[in-house]
Nanobody, 121 residues
Framework: QVQLVESGGGLVQAGGSLKISCAAS????????MGWYRQAPGNQREFVAV???????NYADSVMGRFTISRDDAKNTGYLQMNNLKPEDTAVYYC???????????????WGQGTQVTVSS
């Protein structure tokens, strides 16, 4: 019913920037909250950032001041602008969205397939 597709990952040098996107498609009435999580090899998936439908944001301490989360509701797309990247930011980044489906008004929790971000030192 709903798909989340991330894009924009890649390889970047330390200190560089990258912007990743998450496009939602399907039977969407509206998107409540959109968030980003990441998982490095051998580690558990961890919270990175979230933005509500009211535009309120929250960040993990490790990315505060370097990452910016945003959304374009007209496109059902969320973004994560990552600046001053560090090797420890290397991970697979996953998009998460709380979506209300049209016609049924059911609220579901959806995940994308992930996009790899690699930061070289």
């Amino acid at each position: 019913q709903v798909q989340l597709v991330e894009s924009g990952g890649g390889l970047v040098q330390a200190g560089g920037s990258l912007k990743i996107s998450c496009a939602a498609s399907g039977r969407i009435a509206y998107i409540d909250a959109m968030g980003w999580y990441r998982q490095a090899p051998g580690n558990q998936r961890e919270f990175v950032a979230v933005i509500t439908n009211g535009g309120n944001t929250n960040y993990a301490d490790s990315v505060m001041g370097r990452f910016t989360i945003s959304r374009d509701d007209a496109k059902n797309t969320g973004y994560l602008q990552m600046n001053n990247l560090k090797p420890e930011d290397t991970a697979v980044y996953y998009c998460n969205a709380k979506i209300v489906l049209d016609s049924t008004w059911e609220n579901g929790d959806y995940w994308g397939q992930g996009t790899q971000v690699t930061v070289s030192s």
